[in-house]
């Protein structure tokens, strides 16, 4: 499957740590998948080592991610509650208001019935095809996926940084079906410890791949030559 095909050529070419994160919306689970529990970003560091987890409303430990990824419905209790915890428990909004503003306001859109599961797989193991291919990289890694997608496009690229890990990993760009990046919020740097404070996920819609993978070999954030130097250029009349 050339998806798995791309999986191994990034791996190689990006000196990757682990692997890129496959991420499907399915009514089945995947065969090769596991039902063990984890939250949602605990989910994408498993996959990155080699894990293929079948993510639904049952085995996802985490409420709020369960909810932005779309496996679970919202009760109006749980957004009192989620109100109360990040502004009176994590202190990450300094009021309610502010709390309301940064869903209100956001792409994430959560997508309620898109399937049962959320399979998380290695790209070069994903048995099925992924909607989003997600990146656990550093800044200097970022900076390259980030000329490989726009070496064909040319196009401004905006990210849309707030709101947790799932929503800019998975939700944002899934509603958007464009790139984002997602720094990791603190909170899934508390739950998932082998996160860097490096690290940050770069999110790429599937159907975008295939532009970033075609690119490798004639653009110098893959494996292409310099053609000129800066130098030689100025020297030209």
């Not at 940064?102 to 994430?108: P, Q, T």
Request: contains cysteine; proline residues 7%; neutral net charge.
């Amino acid at each position: 499957m050339k998806w798995q095909n791309y999986g191994e050529i990034l791996k190689e070419v990006l000196q990757l740590e682990g692997s890129p994160v496959a991420v499907t919306y399915t009514d089945e689970p995947a065969s090769n998948g596991s039902s063990k529990e984890y939250a949602v970003c605990g989910a994408i560091a498993a996959a990155r080592r080699g894990e293929v987890i079948n993510l639904n409303a049952a085995n996802c430990t985490c409420p709020g991610g369960s909810g932005h990824i779309g496996l679970a419905p919202r009760p109006p209790e749980a957004f009192n509650k989620l109100k109360r915890f990040l502004v009176e428990g994590e202190k990450l909004r300094g009021t309610y208001a502010a709390f309301w503003r940064s869903g209100n306001l956001s792409s994430s859109r959560p997508p309620l019935g898109l399937g049962r599961y959320v399979v998380f797989s290695p790209l070069e193991k994903a048995a099925l095809k992924p909607d989003l291919v997600l990146f656990v990289v550093n800044a200097g890694t970022a900076s390259r996926l980030l000329e490989l997608a726009n070496y064909e496009p040319g196009t401004p690229i905006g990210v849309e940084l707030t709101g947790s890990t799932c929503a800019t990993a998975i939700t944002i760009p899934l509603a958007t079906g464009k790139i984002n990046l997602s720094l990791i919020d603190t909170s899934s740097r508390k739950l998932v410890p082998e996160f860097k404070a490096e690290d940050l996920i770069f999110t790429v819609p599937y159907f975008r791949l295939h532009l970033l993978v075609e690119s490798i070999p004639h653009c110098t954030a893959g494996t292409a030559e310099m053609g000129m130097s800066f130098d030689e250029v100025m020297r030209q009349p």
